[in-house]
């Protein structure tokens, strides 16, 4: 059942994803060839709890560690370690955070140094297809219309479409209803309301959209071993219209980049 939310509530959610933003804004600064991605989680827990928040991945489901950081071939849920990342490598970070009973949870892929040119239209089509699902937020559309934007998107330049994985509602609850994939038909899904707050997150893989679940019960990569990208935000509906909650200014003053893209979605409530 579809938790709808009130404008008090989202503001409030609003501050959990505004946080994570933060948090990945902070890392950006640190992310640098030999540095291990155990170092990134560290400074990541420290962080959430000097800002009197918990960290929503630490222990959900038995994870061990405050982020999902997955390089290169690995789709989501990568475990933090202390392999040190390397030039040329990208790394997918996922995060959450719970702050006033709401919970916040966005992701972001980084670039190491210089990556293959190839690599770098993954992820510039893969974040291109997020905006993309977040126009189709508009009251009266269906979740399916969401879906198929990114779907048609990323497929149009040929690169696989994670089935396996799939955005969500978000609330007070890690994962709520509706479930957000990002395939699927036009006009089919769950009708679109004020006061729906879903995390959008598109898994688009540079070759097959099949994957491998590792033994560890978390770790997923491609299973030809191609590299994968993810980009994440939260989204509500106010007045009919998307709003973003999360956002990756945080990341772009820390990397020096100017970019307007979240400007359609920014809105006072």
């Known amino acids: 059942m579809i938790q709808l939310k009130t404008i008090e509530e989202l503001r409030l959610m609003k501050q959990s994803a505004q946080l994570v933003s933060k948090t990945l804004g902070l890392l950006a600064k640190e992310i640098k060839p030999g540095i291990t991605t155990l170092h990134l989680d560290k400074m990541a827990y420290e962080f959430i709890k000097d800002h009197g928040a918990e960290p929503a991945f630490l222990g959900y489901g038995g994870f061990p560690n405050s982020l999902c950081i997955s390089p290169n071939d690995q789709v989501v849920h990568g475990i933090p370690n202390k392999e040190e990342i390397k030039e040329g ?112 997150e598109p898994m688009i893989n540079l070759g097959t959209e099949k994957v491998k679940f590792h033994n560890d019960g978390w770790t997923v990569t491609t299973l030809d071993n191609k590299p994968s990208a993810h980009f994440e935000h939260d989204v509500a509906v106010v007045n009919g219209k998307p709003v973003l909650l999360s956002t990756f200014k945080y990341i772009y003053e820390a990397l020096g980049i100017e970019n307007d893209e979240e400007k359609p979605f920014q809105m006072e409530f």
Request: proline fraction near 3%.
């Open 89 to 200: 490598d990208i790394l997918s970070i996922d995060c959450g955070v719970f702050l006033n009973g709401f919970v916040g949870d966005h992701a972001y892929t980084f670039e190491i140094g210089e990556v293959a040119p190839e690599v770098k239209k993954l992820l510039k089509v893969t974040k291109e297809s997020l905006y993309k699902g977040i126009e189709q937020c508009i009251r009266g559309k269906r979740i399916g219309d969401i879906s198929y934007a990114i779907q048609a998107h990323c497929e149009k330049e040929g690169y696989g479409v994670v089935k396996e994985l799939v955005g969500h509602g978000v609330g007070r609850k890690m994962h709520e209803d509706p479930q957000v994939p990002n395939y699927g038909r036009q006009g089919s899904g769950k009708v679109i309301k004020d006061g729906l707050a879903i995390a959008i």
